[in-house]
């Protein structure tokens, strides 16, 4: 091979872009899932007669379930290969799917719910070990690019499918979607994916097992009930939260003990890893907590319908599609420390617009926002995501995958639960209305509710004044939230800054005879 040849990485040959394929099914099927629920649980509180904390349940133990199986993939990766694994996991999450459109009550829709988490939650672990082990890590950033348009684009798809099938067909549809593609994806992984060769079993590490995944678990209900609860003092969640975190501490002291721990936070050595996987961190809460908001300011304060809501975020999508295989490319051949901030500016320059949100912004001036801060999302998430596996070897892909998941996981929930939390006791502090109350409730209606209230319809013999000043007051609690998302953005620029800025020296490079014998056959 020349030194020019060495120099340029080699092209995704189609035997790869098969195996990508195969991921990127399963990754649309379970990011997706998540931001089209979300749009239904105003239609499970009318069809199964619950409270809002009830249907919630559906979206919690969803979570729950991701938090518990994702530290055992990369072990069960390891001891019964990623082909055999990947294909249970579809079939449990499309067996799940299926199951959740039969439910009859809100109880069996939630647990339900948790056995599509279960596969859910070793999905994209999974499928992030089987697209670094073919790509090799001189092309991983061009994969990673491609693994990325299910992962940026979910959020904004999942809104409008959510509303379209609702209002076109019924909620049962939000979860029969995913049969033909998960029938599609099993097919197609049988014939894709490379025939398992899975290494001798490594010991199982129950210990820290019943450490981490409970502590996990209880760790991230406590997080997701703050917007219930609108307050980390409520039982349900220092309690939950402060257990949580202390079997979670306890098992980084523990997990250094055993050869071979259930997440191996020994890789953190790997300071590119490290570096990489704090930003990453930071990004995901930032990214999550804003992925909430956008959205719901189009709904409770433009009082725009939920499929129109989807359509207003597009743009967002838009530029990230424009951005991302150009990220990827560039991912291959200049250090990410190079390119990331600048994606990160652009970022924190169309989300500064929505921090002057008021009830009458200019449409095209958000959508424009949007899609500036679609072109850098699209040069942000999978570039740090491939400077963090890229100087893995191969034995160590399937847990440094996990270890990222993870760490988005638990990002991804508390980004959710900040924001949630502060848009809500911005709400909480407006005006009562004399005279008014809640028929359900009997406890009385604030103007901010009943702005919100009308917005969506609801026939309330009220002042036009009164509606006026709640509206006014709902922008300006969004407003105020989206300086929290801002600032959060500004903090990512910290970690990011220690990125890498120089090629990773040859030793720190997987050799080609590290790549397993059956990826190196295609």
């Known amino acids: 091979m020349t030194d020019t040849a060495a120099a340029q990485p080699a092209k995704l040959d189609a035997a790869v872009l098969k195996i990508a394929g195969v991921v990127v099914l399963g990754a649309i099927m379970s990011i997706l899932d998540i931001t089209v629920v979300s749009v239904a649980l105003p239609t499970f509180q009318t069809e199964f007669d619950a409270t809002y904390a009830q249907v919630a349940w559906t979206l919690t133990g969803y979570t729950l379930a991701l938090a518990t199986v994702i530290p055992l993939s990369g072990w069960a990766a390891d001891r019964f290969g990623t082909k055999r694994l990947y294909m249970l996991a579809l079939f449990l999450f499309t067996a799940g799917s299926v199951l959740c459109a039969t439910a009859g009550s809100i109880e069996q829709l939630v647990?339900?719910?948790?056995?599509?988490?279960?596969?859910?939650?070793m999905l994209m672990p999974l499928g992030m070990t089987i697209m670094t082990r073919a790509a090799g890590p001189e092309r991983i950033g061009r994969l990673m690019a491609v693994l990325g348009i299910p992962m940026l684009l979910g959020p904004i798809g999942g809104p409008i499918l959510g509303g379209w099938l609702i209002e076109a067909a019924s909620w049962?549809?939000?979860?029969?979607?995913?049969?033909?593609?998960?029938?599609?994806?099993?097919?197609?992984?049988?014939?894709?994916?490379?025939?398992?060769?899975?290494?001798?079993?490594?010991?199982?590490?129950?210990?820290?097992?019943?450490?981490?995944?409970?502590?996990?678990?209880?760790?991230?209900f406590?997080?997701?009930?703050?917007?219930?609860?609108?307050?980390?003092?409520?039982?349900?969640?220092?309690?939950?939260?402060?257990?949580?975190?202390?079997?979670?501490?306890?098992?980084?002291?523990?997990?250094f003990k055993p050869k071979h721990p259930?997440?191996?936070?020994?890789?953190?050595?790997?300071?590119?890893?490290?570096?990489?996987?704090?930003?990453?961190?930071?990004?995901?809460?930032?990214?999550?907590?804003?992925?909430l908001l956008f959205p719901s300011y189009f709904l409770q304060v433009r009082g725009e319908s939920t499929l129109h809501?989807?359509?207003?975020?597009?743009?967002?999508g838009i530029g990230a599609m424009i951005t991302m295989p150009i990220a990827g490319m560039l991912a291959d051949r200049i250090p990410v420390?190079?390119?990331v901030p600048f994606a990160m500016a652009l970022i924190a320059l169309g989300f500064f617009t929505f921090t002057q949100v008021g009830t009458d912004t200019s449409y095209l001036l958000l959508c424009g926002s949007l899609f500036v801060m679609g072109l850098g999302?699209?040069?942000?998430?999978?570039?740090?995501?491939?400077?963090?596996?890229?100087?893995?070897?191969?034995?160590?892909?399937?847990?440094?995958?996990?270890?990222?998941n993870i760490l988005q996981q638990i990002g991804g929930s508390i980004g959710t639960a900040i924001?949630?939390?502060?848009?809500?006791?911005?709400l909480n502090g407006s005006a009562e209305i004399p005279g008014v109350t809640n028929p359900g409730t009997g406890e009385p209606v604030t103007e901010a509710q009943a702005a919100i209230a009308a917005q969506h319809g609801a026939q309330m013999q009220l002042p036009p004044d009164v509606l006026q000043r709640g509206l006014s007051f709902v922008a300006d609690s969004f407003a105020s939230t989206f300086w929290v998302g801002f600032i959060l953005v500004l903090a990512t620029f910290i970690p990011i800054a220690f990125l890498p800025r120089k090629k990773a020296p040859a030793s720190e490079t997987p050799s080609a005879d590290e790549v397993p014998a059956a990826v190196v056959m295609h």
């Open 337 to 339: 420390g190079r390119t």
């Open 262 to 291: 259930l997440l191996d936070l020994r890789l953190f050595r790997n300071k590119r890893l490290a570096v990489s996987t704090i930003s990453l961190f930071v990004f995901i809460i930032a990214f999550m907590g804003a992925g």
């Open 377 to 404: 999302m699209g040069g942000t998430m999978m570039p740090i995501m491939t400077s963090a596996l890229r100087t893995l070897t191969s034995s160590e892909v399937a847990r440094g995958s996990t270890l990222v």
């Open 419 to 426: 924001m949630s939390v502060i848009l809500t006791s911005h």
């Open 172 to 220: 049962h549809w939000v979860f029969l979607i995913n049969l033909p593609i998960g029938i599609i994806g099993l097919v197609y992984a049988q014939f894709a994916l490379p025939k398992d060769n899975p290494r001798p079993s490594e010991s199982f590490d129950f210990v820290g097992m019943l450490m981490l995944s409970p502590g996990l678990a209880l760790f991230l």
């Open 222 to 255: 406590g997080v997701s009930s703050l917007p219930e609860t609108g307050t980390i003092t409520a039982t349900k969640v220092w309690v939950t939260m402060l257990i949580g975190a202390a079997l979670v501490i306890g098992f980084v002291f523990y997990s």
């Open 111 to 121: 647990a339900y719910r948790v056995l599509q988490g279960l596969g859910g939650g």
């Open 309 to 316: 809501a989807g359509l207003l975020m597009a743009p967002q």
